[in-house]
């Protein structure tokens, strides 16, 4: 497909759907989901006996995160990173590290658990538990989670809410923050921006298919990256160390990021700061749903 300049200049460029900090025209939020050795156990606990399998895994918060602190470094962004609390428990250096380089550490679940299998009680605890393990380890209070698989409940707002949760990375219903019904401020994402469905594979049991090339993906999320870019979005990026801290896509990570920045106009931000703007000035989002009823505080088209 051939894009030439003037295609470019004559694009439909509506107005952008969130005024962001410094008069930046999109915000962009790298997130890590360090599941690690919770990718098999949360599936069976009795693959732990596999060590192929489980060897892949622990690449993650062996190899994968350390290599990716340095890029960011190298590149001076900061990044959230969503950990399990068992990954913390048994590599807490691991996640000291994170903290001393400056990024968010935020709510994955204890196990990596599928919500959807829980109750509320069940969810509640999980929570709890998490909390206490992450605080405790990390020196400070989670304030964002994200729902392992991105799936969550009915009830899950209600709980992060009640227990001083201030936003959830979970949803896919927008390309911009909003608010849920109680307030929790929602920053969505959505499965393009995931490198499980461009680089996942094992044999048994089945994850993934043929990985891709990273020349294919660095295009597939410049584009998105682009689009969103003219149309005033957020840009969340979801890897998974254990994938996207091997070397070459810890190069298209630094290629990406690079390319963001030479755009110009771009807010690199932790999801913590991302919620905070959002409630200090929730006019910043620009209501386009024809169906929605009329907020106070936000500005419709």
């Known amino acids: 497909m051939t894009i030439t300049n003037d295609n470019i200049a004559r694009r439909f460029r509506p107005p952008a759907r969130f005024i962001w900090p410094d008069a930046q025209r999109c915000a962009t939020m790298l997130c890590f989901d360090v599941d690690g050795e919770t990718t098999a156990l949360s599936e069976d606990p009795a693959l732990a006996r ?5 060897s892949q895994c622990e690449y993650g918060p062996r190899v994968g995160v350390p290599r990716l602190l340095g890029v960011l470094s190298h590149l001076d962004v900061p990044a ?12 807490p250096r691991m996640l000291e590290a994170i903290v001393a380089g400056g990024h ?56 992060l809410l009640k227990h001083g949760v201030s936003y959830c990375a979970s949803e896919m219903g927008d390309d911009v923050p909003y608010f849920h019904e109680n307030g929790l401020v929602e920053i969505p994402g959505q499965w393009m921006l995931e490198d499980w469905e461009q680089f996942a594979f094992n044999a048994d049991p089945a994850w993934g298919f043929v990985p891709e090339n990273c020349e294919k993906v660095f295009d597939l999320w410049w584009r998105e990256f682009t689009a969103m870019h003219d149309y005033g979005c957020c840009f ?21 990021t690079n390319a963001m920045k030479e755009k110009g ?9 991302i919620a905070a703007h959002f409630r200090k000035h929730p006019k910043a989002r620009r209501e386009t749903d024809f169906d929605s009823v009329k907020t106070p505080g936000l500005t419709t088209l």
């Open 236 to 256: 969340v990026l979801t890897l998974h160390p254990w994938l996207s801290g091997r070397p070459s896509r810890v190069q298209l990570l630094e290629d990406l």
């Open 80 to 91: 959230t990173f969503f950990v399990p609390a068992y990954i913390a428990e048994q590599h």
């Open 50 to 54: 596999r060590r192929t399998l489980m």
């Open 265 to 273: 106009g771009v807010w690199f931000a932790r999801g913590r700061e």
């Open 104 to 159: 968010e550490i935020g709510l994955h679940g204890y196990l990596h658990e599928k919500l959807a299998y829980l109750d509320e009680a069940a969810e509640e605890d999980i929570l709890l538990r998490s909390l206490e393990i992450l605080t405790r380890i990390s020196g400070s209070r989670p304030v964002g989670y994200r729902a392992p698989w991105f799936e969550i409940n009915p009830w899950t707002p209600d709980l």
